[in-house]
T-cell receptor, first 113, second 110 residues
Framework: AQKITQTQPGMFVQEKEAVTLDCTYD???????LFWYKQPSSGEMIFLIY??????QNATEGRYSLNFQKARKSANLVISASQLGDSAMYFC??????????FGQGTRLTINP | SQTIHQWPATLVQPVGSPLSLECTVE??????LYWYRQAAGRGLQLLFYSVGIGQISSEVPQNLSASRPQDRQFILSSKKLLLSDSGFYLC?????????FGPGTRLLVL
């Protein structure tokens, strides 16, 4: 079975600083996808970034980048130049063969002005 | 572009009452559809998923059921709600890999 571990229940960061949210995963499959979602207080899950297990380059999407270290089974999210609007819950998730998502418990990020 | 709708946005129901939550997707065909539940302060738990009309897979045994009467419509139901059914219910769709979520329904069972 697949598992996602997010070890940081909460993080506090000063505005404009970069922040790294940790995610480690466990799977025996060779083909999988890793996802990050943002959940603001409204509750909606917003897709941020995707990394395929065979992608050799780290995914980037605007201020978001995914630090993919396959040997360590690590998929950390990096947010550059943080903004107040980045305050939210962040979830890492894994999907096998494009099917079901398995989520971690999330990290609550608070950006301080 | 694709959009996903869920209703109602919030719902307060007594224990033992029935439940029907609806999810519809626009702008895509033959999507995979998913129902998730999120307890307060926790991650998401997959309840049901569907790869086509009438095809439902259940992930967690419970008193909930799901149906897909049309290609882009997914319904979550219960005949008798339990207190433990309270939570935030999210519907999602995918074509390919990435899942996109609706706005969710907050259900409180009293």
């Amino acid at each position: 079975a697949q598992k996602i571990t997010q070890t940081q229940p909460g993080m506090f960061v000063q505005e404009k600083e970069a922040v790294t949210l940790d995610c480690t995963y466990d799977t025996s499959d060779q083909s999988y996808g890793l996802f990050w979602y943002k959940q603001p207080s409204s509750g909606e899950m917003i897709f941020l970034i995707y990394q395929g297990s065979y992608d050799e380059q780290n995914a980037t999407e605007g201020r978001y980048s995914l630090n993919f270290q396959k040997a360590r089974k690590s998929a950390n999210l990096v947010i550059s130049a943080s903004q107040l609007g980045d305050s939210a819950m962040y979830f890492c998730a894994i999907a096998i063969r494009g099917q079901k998502l398995v989520f971690g418990q999330g990290t609550r990020l608070t950006i301080n002005p | 572009s694709q959009t996903i709708h869920q209703w109602p946005a919030t719902l307060v129901q007594p224990v033992g009452s029935p439940l029907s939550l609806e999810c519809t997707v626009e702008g895509t065909s033959n999507p995979n559809l998913y129902w998730y539940r999120q307890a307060a302060g926790r991650g998401l738990q997959l309840l049901f998923y569907s790869v086509g009309i009438g095809q439902i897979s259940s992930e967690v045994p419970q008193n909930l059921s799901a149906s897909r009467p049309q290609d882009r419509q997914f319904i979550l139901s219960s005949k008798k709600l339990l207190l433990s059914d309270s939570g935030f219910y999210l519907c999602a769709w995918s074509v390919g890999g990435t899942q996109y979520f609706g706005p969710g329904t907050r259900l409180l069972v009293l």
